[in-house]
């Protein structure tokens, strides 16, 4: 029998790869570099002291992980972030923190009002 929550296994997925995709601090940086714009691998790579081939590898993986994309201009074939990829994981990460804010301000009610039954 099919699983009848198949979508949100495949979102679970999705963001276990892009999570273990920024796990990295090149990928990190290559994500921080896209933020400002498009680049191609040879920008990419000058900041890094390795490889065109290793930076290569860490853009197929975060490219794997949906965080980028690759076009075609020309010669060019420039590294896009897909920011919709990062709106998925923030609205992951605030769904928790939302969590912990409402009980941070449980916290405090009970203990404005244990303060103010001491005095």
């Known amino acids: 029998m099919p699983d009848s929550d198949s979508g949100a296994g ?4 999705q963001l276990d790869r892009a999570f ?30 390795m490889t065109k081939q290793g930076v290569s590898k860490h853009i197929q993986v975060l490219e794997a992980a949906g965080l ?5 201009e020309g010669q060019r074939r420039p ?9 998925a994981l923030t609205a992951w ?14 916290l405090d009610a009970v203990l404005t009002t244990m303060q ?4």
Not at 10 to 13: H, I, L, S
Not at 35 to 48: I, K, Q
Not at 68 to 72: D, E, L, S, W
Not at 116 to 119: K, M
Request: glycine share 2%.
């Open 10 to 13: 495949d979102r679970e997925a």
């Open 20 to 49: 273990l995709a920024l796990a990295d601090p090149v990928r990190r940086s290559l994500i921080a570099r896209l933020s400002r714009g498009p680049a191609t691998v040879n920008e990419l790579a000058d900041p890094f002291a």
């Open 68 to 72: 980028i994309t690759r076009t075609r």
């Open 79 to 87: 590294c896009h972030l897909d920011p919709a990829a990062l709106e």
């Open 93 to 106: 990460i605030d769904t928790y923190r939302l969590v912990a804010e409402r009980q941070f301000r449980r």
């Open 116 to 119: 103010s039954d001491t005095q």
